[in-house]
């Protein structure tokens, strides 16, 4: 029958079997003497217990379960005859093995036998009834499993539908193994998964089956964590087009670098105060936009739920005339941001000498100071004047 548990190396106890034997042999010494016996306790460790009279053994106190690992069994191979077990306390305790001692295992595929008992394993021994000096006859020694826990981490390699091995922080590289009834999910998911989806990079949090033991972790269910896609604010810094149709943008976020986000039919583009609906075609280079993921989005496809540009405060400016286009627009010198390019528009309006009028071809000339009131549909790539006062200038 193959090995059912094994695990890492025993801790050696420091008390050497000889002292036990020792301290037994002197327990029996002062048990003759005093009329006092040497027992184990429920740890494992040494006990005296007060001997009773003859006529009294029904009250004679005798040892109880033991717990620790075995450290050597003794014997013919695959019929142990006795085994040390070194307990919490590193104290070594001699427990001899006969063809009548039971051996289990909580959810063991089958009977077990003297031969399933291994140096490394986690053992609880039952003494006969009345042991009290080591070593003593154990009716039965139950194989503890150890509990195998859910492991969390990132997938480092995969072999096909056989295992996969994931970095975990708290134990290093764990081979995961799969069978046919391994289930993938991930939260979202367009459709059913396999192992097939499994890649690495991937994180994922994996469910050990009953059947895992501390060298053979099996899967029974690994779920693919869908990393949390944030919104991303910055400045637009360039368009990606399809047959002349804006279908993504270049966000600089300025810490984290750039973003491409792609646009979708449903994404939703607002400005405050904007004059109607706006399409991914309304943007600008060097505006300032949030834009919020849609649920579709993975860390290596942003997909814009929403864009919305953030409106730039546009200040005034002051400045002289240098050129004047119609009514179209004119170009104002500014001492400070040089030469800027003012739009009119139908609604644009002039004012000189506490007298407003709507803009014409010769309302401004060049080398007139002015002073521009920006539209609310201004951005700092396009001036559009609301107002535009001529100061009159003192002779």
């Known amino acids: 029958m193959n090995r059912i548990t094994r695990m890492k190396a025993v801790r050696r106890g420091t008390v050497a079997a000889a002292t036990i034997a020792a301290l037994v042999a002197s327990g029996a010494a002062i048990a003759g003497a005093s009329g006092t016996g040497a027992a184990i306790n429920a740890r494992g460790a040494l006990e005296l217990t007060h001997a009773h009279h003859a006529n009294h053994d029904h009250g004679h106190h005798g040892i109880r379960n033991i717990e620790g690992v075995i450290s050597s069994l003794t014997g013919p191979s695959g019929s142990p005859l006795s085994m040390v077990v070194t307990t919490r306390q590193n104290t070594l305790v001699t427990v001899d093995l006969s063809t009548s001692t039971a051996v289990t295992m909580e959810h063991a595929s089958g009977p077990l036998t003297l031969a399933n008992l291994a140096a490394g394993e986690r053992v609880s021994v039952t003494p006969v009834s009345g042991s009290s000096l080591a070593p003593f006859m154990a009716t039965s020694v139950k194989i503890q499993v150890p509990e195998i826990h859910h492991i969390e981490g990132v997938v480092f390699s ?170 179209t627009s004119m170009v104002v010198t500014n001492r400070d941001r040089g030469s800027i390019t003012v739009f009119f528009t139908p609604t644009t309006s002039v004012m000189m000498n506490h007298t407003s009028t709507l803009i014409t071809s010769t309302s401004v000339t060049k080398g007139e100071r002015v002073n521009v009131t920006p539209a609310s549909t201004s951005t700092p790539t396009s001036f559009v004047a609301a107002s535009v006062r001529i100061q009159v200038q003192d002779k």
Do not use: C, K, W
């Not at 993938?184 to 994180?203: C, D, K, W």
């Not at 004059?275 to 496809?301: D, I, Q």
């Not at 400045?319 to 009514?327: D, E, K, L, T």
């Open 158 to 327: 995969v072999n096909g539908i056989l295992s996969m091995v994931v970095t975990t922080p708290d134990s290093g590289q764990v081979t995961v193994n799969f069978t046919p009834n391994t289930a993938v999910t991930m939260e979202g998911a367009s459709g059913p998964l396999t192992l097939t989806n499994l890649q690495a990079g991937e994180r994922v949090s994996v469910t050990p089956s009953s059947s895992s033991t501390p060298g053979d972790f099996v899967a029974a269910a690994i779920q693919i964590q869908v990393p949390e896609v944030h919104h991303v604010e910055g400045t637009i810094a360039s368009f990606g087009t399809t047959n002349s149709v804006v279908t993504s943008m270049v966000v600089n976020t300025g810490h984290s670098g750039t973003v491409t986000v792609d646009f979708a039919p449903t994404t939703v583009i607002t400005m405050e105060h904007a004059s109607g609906p706006m399409t991914p075609a309304n943007l600008v280079v060097g505006e300032r936009v949030n834009v919020t993921p849609s649920s579709t989005s993975t860390p290596g496809n942003f997909v814009a739920a929403s864009v919305r540009v953030q409106a730039t405060e546009i200040h005034p400016i002051e400045g002289v005339v240098y050129s004047v286009n119609g009514i």
